[in-house]
């Protein structure tokens, strides 16, 4: 299983095994992430899920589409060109190491 690392505003680091398929999110709540509210389920309609992509893996990642590009502008904390929904972001593995920071706020 692909391995993604989840980094706090304060530096704590976690390392999940996230099954294929699943999305950066659910991997997040499933277990107990802090920082990641998703308060809409997944469904892009509430930016409380967002992440800032480390810049080694930006390029690596799908494009976003216009609905997730249009909540992001929506997000709490700073908008940053690394900024993702990780309600729409889908482990692959690809994906295996990559590492998101938590932003200090979501609501």
Known sequence: MP???YI???GQQQTLEVAS???LMHAAIANGIQ???AECGGS???ATCHVYVDP???SRLPP???VEDEMLGSVAAERRSSSRLSCQVTVTPELDGLVVHLPS???
């Open 3 to 5: 391995k993604i690392v």
């Open 8 to 10: 706090q505003p304060e």
């Open 21 to 23: 398929g699943t999305t």
């Open 35 to 37: 920082g990641i509210v």
């Open 44 to 46: 892009a309609m509430c």
């Open 56 to 58: 080694a893996w930006e």
């Open 64 to 66: 976003m589409d216009a």
């Open 105 to 107: 706020t979501q609501i």
